[in-house]
Nanobody, 120 residues
């Protein structure tokens, strides 16, 4: 079973920053796009940011553009989400995702989630 290990969640005041990290097995990390999703109670899981395996393309939800930055360190098999100027509406459980689309199948793996709480 593939394990994606997340860390870095926590509680912060509005305007503060957090950095999430997610480490994947090398065999997965090297050829999967990596992303971060978030989900609140009773809500669907929504894309926050994603980055291609090469690191050359990134995509962000409109609500986080200019505040969040996704990056990956292929030497450490780790993807990061730097979150700045956090707002209360960013409060959610954040999930790491690894995804590879082939002509025959979609391979997808999820972490267990890490809680981010933004509150004064």
């Amino acid at each position: 079973q593939v394990q994606l290990v997340e860390s870095g969640g926590g509680s912060v005041q509005p305007g503060g920053s957090l950095r999430l990290s997610c480490t994947a097995p090398g065999s997965i990390f090297v050829n999967h796009a990596m992303g971060w999703y978030r989900q609140g109670p009773g809500k669907q899981r929504d894309l926050v940011a994603r980055i291609r395996s090469s690191g050359g393309f990134t995509d962000y939800a409109d609500s986080v553009k200019g505040r969040f930055t996704i990056s990956r360190d292929n030497a450490k098999n780790t993807v990061y989400l730097q979150m700045n100027n956090l707002k209360p509406e960013d409060t959610d459980v954040y999930y790491c995702n690894a995804r590879q689309v082939t002509s025959a199948y979609i391979y997808e793996y999820w972490g267990e989630g890490t809680q981010v709480t933004v509150s004064s």
